[in-house]
């Protein structure tokens, strides 16, 4: 399978710990996106690359949140001190554009649960 | 915040009829895409429709673009007992990334 893949699929952590997610993209995608989603809404956009660059950032990410790809091929999505509140599915998705349009796939998720 | 309004909220049935979705947004748009999502599961990729193009379609699924409106909808003809998803719209704007509706939940019974 060549889609993206995150791991890990779930995880369970107490508030207060600090908790590391990993995204690999489709291999020829140059960028990467980090979505959250929390139980019956839509996706909301966290960050995305564009190779090792971090062009854009949403104010959902607030300082505990960052994100890294370092060689412009995997991300690490890190959440420190966790909240109740960041209990959610964490997305990540990968694009290459197709005439100057970004079709992006999606990743299984990561779900985070803080007790 | 979510750009897209969709409607309805949910929508249930049987198998053999057509499904009808609805997205709404608020600002101009380079593109509008739908997905789909499994409960619990990742998104996939339905269609894309730019801007200056007002149908699309790709087997069972049509899709509508009226940019005077600032909506589209999505049909799913002849349904099926595995099309039971959640379907959303997200709009691509200038920045590239993507901002997604509120979703509709389909049930497609047997």
């Known amino acids: 399978d060549t889609g993206v893949s995150q791991n890990p699929r779930h995880k369970i952590t107490k508030r207060g710990q600090n908790v590391t997610f990993r995204c690999d993209p489709i291999s020829e995608h140059n960028r990467l996106y980090w979505y959250r989603q929390t139980l019956g809404q839509g996706p909301e956009f966290l960050t995305y690359f564009q190779n090792e660059a971090q062009l854009e950032k949403s104010r959902l990410l607030s300082d505990r949140f960052s994100a890294e790809r370092p060689k412009g091929s995997f991300s690490t999505l890190e959440i420190q001190r966790t909240e109740q509140g960041d209990s959610a599915m964490y997305l990540c998705?990968?694009?290459?554009?197709?005439?100057?349009?970004?079709?992006?796939?999606f990743g299984p998720g990561t779900r985070l649960t803080v007790t | 915040s979510q750009q897209g309004e969709e409607d309805p909220q949910a929508l249930s049935i049987q198998e053999g009829e057509n499904a009808t979705m609805n997205c709404s947004y608020k600002?101009?748009?380079?593109?509008l895409q739908w997905y789909r999502q499994n409960s619990g599961r990742g998104l996939v990729h339905l269609i894309l429709?730019?801007?200056?193009?007002r149908e699309k379609h790709s087997g069972r699924l049509r899709v509508t673009l009226d940019t005077s409106k600032k909506s589209s909808s999505l049909l799913i003809t002849a349904s099926r007992a595995a099309d039971t998803a959640s379907y959303f719209c997200a709009t691509e704007h200038n920045t590239d990334k993507l901002i997604f509706g509120t979703g509709t939940r389909l049930q497609v019974f047997p």
């Open positions: 998705a990968s694009s290459y554009p197709n005439d100057r349009v970004y079709e992006q796939y």
């Open positions: 429709i730019r801007s200056n193009e």
């Open positions: 600002t101009s748009i380079n593109n």
